[in-house]
């Protein structure tokens, strides 16, 4: 079982908006940033956020990050066919001392 | 450009041994926290372990600890895991990152398998 809790999946049309919710704990969310990390299917994963809302270099605005107490927010505005991947938040987990995953969301174009 | 490049996967037997090396190249290898991560078949990903710049800092995921050995060779700008008594969970695809993990390997396949 997690640490860190995420939807099994989302879902839209093109165009449209999601959001996935990251849900951890003082240790993990509540201190420490988070990133997120898209994994297209058959590839390795690539950072998409880090820090809680930064954008790498490359990485479009469509894509933008928040937390809240302990919580994370994913938001893929403008969603595309070539978004279909499974996304991952992750953190620092200061009680566990070890970097701990979500469970993943898998995003569906429909 | 950032480039990492996993190698020394394989089909191992139940309690055997392996070790995984990784290629770094594009960035001053000796400035960053490096990182295993690995992914079970059809699974999520789960981190493995990390060292600091010099590798005096070391962490393991619980289930690794005592078995799994984490080094760095700065001036080969080489990351090595040993992985010791090898069991059937520990099969999965594993990646070298950057920090966690700005930047990450194609990653090796290993499986422990009789």
């Known amino acids: 079982q997690s640490v860190l809790t995420q939807p099994p999946s989302v879902s839209a049309a093109p165009g449209q908006k999601v959001t996935i919710s990251c849900s951890g704990s003082?240790?993990?969310?509540?201190?420490?940033?988070v990133s997120w990390y898209q994994q297209l299917p058959g590839s390795a994963p690539r950072l998409l956020i880090h820090d809680n809302y930064q954008r790498p270099s490359g990485i479009p605005d469509r894509f933008s990050g928040s937390r809240s107490g302990t919580s994370a927010t994913l938001d893929i505005t403008g969603l595309q066919t070539g978004d279909e991947a499974d996304y991952y938040c992750?953190?620092?987990?200061?009680?566990?001392?070890?970097?701990?995953f979500g469970p993943g969301t898998k995003v569906t174009v429909l | 450009e950032v480039h990492l490049v996993e190698s020394g996967g394989g089909l191992v037997q139940p309690g055997g041994s392996l070790r995984l090396s990784c290629a770094a190249s594009?960035?001053?290898?000796?400035?960053?926290?490096m990182s295993w991560v690995r992914q079970a078949p059809g699974k999520g990903l789960e981190w493995v372990a990390n060292?600091?710049?010099?590798?005096?800092?070391?962490h393991y995921v619980d289930s690794v600890k005592g078995r799994f050995t984490i080094s760095r060779d700065n001036a080969k700008n080489s990351l090595d895991l040993q992985m010791n008594s090898l069991r059937a969970e520990d099969t999965a695809v594993y990646y070298c990152?950057?920090?966690?993990?700005?930047?990450w390997g194609q990653g090796t396949l290993v499986t422990v398998s009789s």
């Open positions: 992750g953190t620092w987990d200061s009680s566990l001392s070890a970097y701990v």
């Open positions: 003082r240790s993990n969310i509540g201190i420490n940033s």
């Open positions: 594009g960035f001053v290898f000796s400035d960053y926290w």
């Open positions: 060292i600091n710049q010099d590798g005096t800092k070391i």
């Open positions: 990152a950057r920090k966690i993990a700005d930047f």
